[in-house]
């Protein structure tokens, strides 16, 4: 019969606490604060994902009837262990890890040791979830392809998201374009062949007024682009051009899907400080670059008005 609650010391060695009705209360009220209603104002990054196969553990658990949630806690250790040295990463702290299934909801939640304020009572620190206290968790609901991942990091670890759930972000248009964004920055969407031409800076700003224009990404149409702008000299029909031109790094991307605005304006967006009662903010500061229509000269901040918008700019303006 599973237990509705856990919690397990992870250090080098994996203990069971041993929960009195004090605990199971006090850990209620942590749940309560990092993942229920009163976790919703926390600032912490939050993804949805799905099992990479069915090695997960998640998915192991949703079959086995008689499943022995300490497995959970193995699991973490194994993970947090570097494989050359077998020892515990340096970059990974000791922690607890806290089991609770409820009305079919299985959370997984890791506190880091300096988060927690009483170790014998689990009592809530008033602090938690400020940046000085990390924590990591996941909600399963019984859908292995959406699955809610949190990390109090800017980032999730990939050893908690990958090496102990055996998960992987689930793939959407936002996804696709944060990822293609970080690979045109780092001039890793295209094949190393491609990266030693002496045009890629120009193809890769090409690529970017592709992604600034377009409502969709898709690897083909890119692929006729550049010959076009005399960037790249390619026999389009080979079979394999699409091998010759992209990094193998890029094969995570789908090979076609909307561009996310949302994605653009996190990356992008910027906000300019003028004068002590001005600032500018622009969601894409270089695509209005790109298409000149911002420029400094002097002293001078010069704003070009597209003209579907400058009748409500008079109006904004009074004129």
């Keep these: ?92 702290r000791e922690g607890f890890l806290f089991v609770k299934i409820h009305n079919g909801t299985l959370t997984l939640l890791k506190l880091e040791k300096t988060s927690v304020a009483d170790k014998e009572t689990f009592k809530l620190d008033s602090q938690l979830g400020t940046d000085k206290h990390y924590y990591k968790a996941c909600l399963y609901l019984g859908d292995l392809h959406n699955i809610a991942i949190i990390d109090k990091s800017k980032k999730v670890a990939s050893y908690w998201l990958n090496d102990f759930l055996g998960l992987k972000e689930f793939r959407n248009d936002k996804v696709n374009t944060l990822e293609l964004i970080e690979l045109v920055e780092n001039k890793q969407l295209f094949s190393e062949t491609v990266r030693n031409l002496p045009e890629i800076n120009e193809i890769v700003s090409e690529t970017k007024n592709y992604i600034f224009e377009s409502a969709q990404f898709d690897k083909t149409e890119l692929l006729g682009r550049l010959p076009v702008a005399k960037l790249l000299d390619l026999d389009l029909s080979l079979p394999d051009v699409e091998s010759v031109v992209y990094s193998t790094e890029s094969s995570e991307l789908d090979a076609n899907f909307m561009i996310s605005q949302d994605a653009l304006k996190e990356k992008y967006h910027k906000t300019i400080t003028i004068s002590d009662t001005t600032v500018l903010k622009t969601h894409n500061l270089e695509k209005l670059q790109r298409q000149q229509l911002i420029k400094l000269d002097g002293n001078q901040l010069i704003l070009t008005v597209p003209n579907d918008y400058i009748a409500e700019v008079k109006k904004d303006l009074g004129i």
Excluded at 18 to 25: D, G, I, P, Q, S
Excluded at 74 to 82: I, V
């Design 1 to 92: 019969m599973r237990k509705d609650v856990a919690v397990y010391e992870i250090t080098d060695s994996v203990n069971e606490v041993k929960l009195t009705t004090e605990k199971v209360r006090n850990i209620a009220e942590i749940f309560d604060t990092i993942i229920g209603e009163s976790g919703k104002k926390a600032t912490h990054s939050k993804i949805r994902a799905e099992i990479i196969d069915d090695n997960s553990i998640l998915a192991k658990f949703s079959k086995e009837n008689n499943f022995d949630i300490e497995q959970f806690a193995h699991k973490l250790l194994d993970s947090e262990r570097a494989e050359s040295t077998g020892k515990r990463s340096k970059g990974i």
